[in-house]
Nanobody, 115 residues
């Protein structure tokens, strides 16, 4: 299983950023996917969920209405569209899959929200 995140960077408060996760090494289309994040000095926290077919999504209260998770099973990617970002969204963002009971993580992509 390999997950590779991209798209992080520096963004101003109120701005937008789109993260992407490319998956390989497993049958992507049959597994739910998740995004997590970890801010400096804090525990890793769940951000968003999408089911295998892409028609069920769920979000942490802190990002609901601002972030959107989506997937393309043909391209084997899962994206996180981040709108109206806030300084408290600053974190390393990780893609996650639970494949056959084993948790797999990408290397993470840094998102910094600052003016």
């Amino acid at each position: 299983v390999q997950l590779v995140e991209s798209g992080g960077g520096l963004v101003q408060p109120g701005g937008s950023l789109r993260l992407s996760c490319a998956a390989s090494g497993f049958t992507f289309s049959i597994y739910a996917m998740r995004w997590y994040r970890q801010a400096p000095g804090k525990e890793r926290e769940w951000v968003a969920f999408i089911n295998s077919g892409g028609y069920i999504t769920n979000y942490a209260d802190s990002v609901k209405g601002r972030f959107t998770i989506s997937r393309d099973n043909t391209k084997r990617t899962v994206d996180l569209q981040m709108n109206s970002v806030r300084p408290e969204d600053t974190a390393v963002y990780y893609c996650n899959a639970a494949v056959r009971g084993n948790e797999s993580w990408g290397q993470g992509t840094q998102v910094t929200v600052s003016s």
